[in-house]
C-alpha cells in the first residue's frame, strides 16, 4: 500500500523539494527500500535518527531490548534541493548565563568551548601547551593560526586555548 502513495508524493512534489519519511522499527527497512527505488538512492541524503525519549528499556518487552527511537529518511527529488536552515533563537536566560566573558578588544560578551578532541585528530605542540593524554587538538595548526587571527581563541589564566563563540551569534 506504501508504493503507490510514495509514487504520488513524488510526482507532487517540486522540482526542488524534499520528503522526510518518519517511520519506526517495524517498517524503517522495507519502507528504505521502496523510497530508493521511487526516488532513486542517488536522492537519499540522510537517515536521522529521533530518540523517543530517555534510553529505557519497554516495560512489556522486558525480554529483549527496548524500541527507543524512530527513523526519518530524507530523499530529494533531484541534486538541485532548497534548503532552509533550521534556527531557533536561545532563550534570553540562557544567553545571560552562557555568555558571562566579555573580550574588551572586540566589545563582546562570549563563552568558550573546548579546541580539542578525543578521538585521534592533531598532536602538536599549541603556544607551549599540549592536550592532555588521549585527548587532540580537533584542529590542524593552520585552522588554528586563522582562528587566532580571527579573534576567536581565548587563554585561560593557564595558557590553555578555547574556541571563543559570541553572544551576538546566537542570533
Known amino acids: 500500500m506504501m508504493y503507490p502513495r510514495l509514487q504520488l508524493m513524488r510526482r507532487l512534489l517540486s522540482e526542488n523539494g524534499s520528503i522526510l519519511v518518519h517511520l519506526d522499527w517495524h ?53 538541485r534541493y532548497i534548503w532552509n536552515t533550521q534556527f531557533a533563537p536561545y532563550d534570553e536566560k540562557y544567553i545571560l548565563k552562557a555568555y558571562q566573558k566579555f573580550d574588551p578588544k572586540i566589545g563582546k560578551k562570549f563563552k568558550t568551548s573546548d579546541l580539542t578532541a578525543n578521538n585521534p585528530g592533531y598532536s602538536y605542540e599549541w603556544k607551549g601547551v599540549k592536550p592532555s593524554t588521549g585527548r587532540y587538538w580537533a584542529y590542524s595548526e593552520k585552522r588554528m593560526e586563522e582562528l587566532e587571527k580571527n579573534n576567536r581563541i581565548y587563554y585561560s589564566k593557564t595558557g590553555f586555548p578555547y574556541y571563543m563563540t559570541f553572544g551576538s551569534e546566537t542570533g
Open 27 to 79: 517498517a524503517g527497512h522495507y519502507i528504505k527500500i521502496l523510497l530508493d527505488e521511487i526516488f532513486g538512492n542517488a536522492n537519499f541524503l540522510n537517515e536521522i535518527i529521533w530518540q523517543r525519549s530517555s534510553a529505557h528499556n519497554d516495560s512489556k518487552r522486558a525480554t529483549s531490548y527496548g524500541a527507543i527511537h524512530d527513523t526519518i529518511y530524507w530523499y530529494t527529488k533531484n541534486p
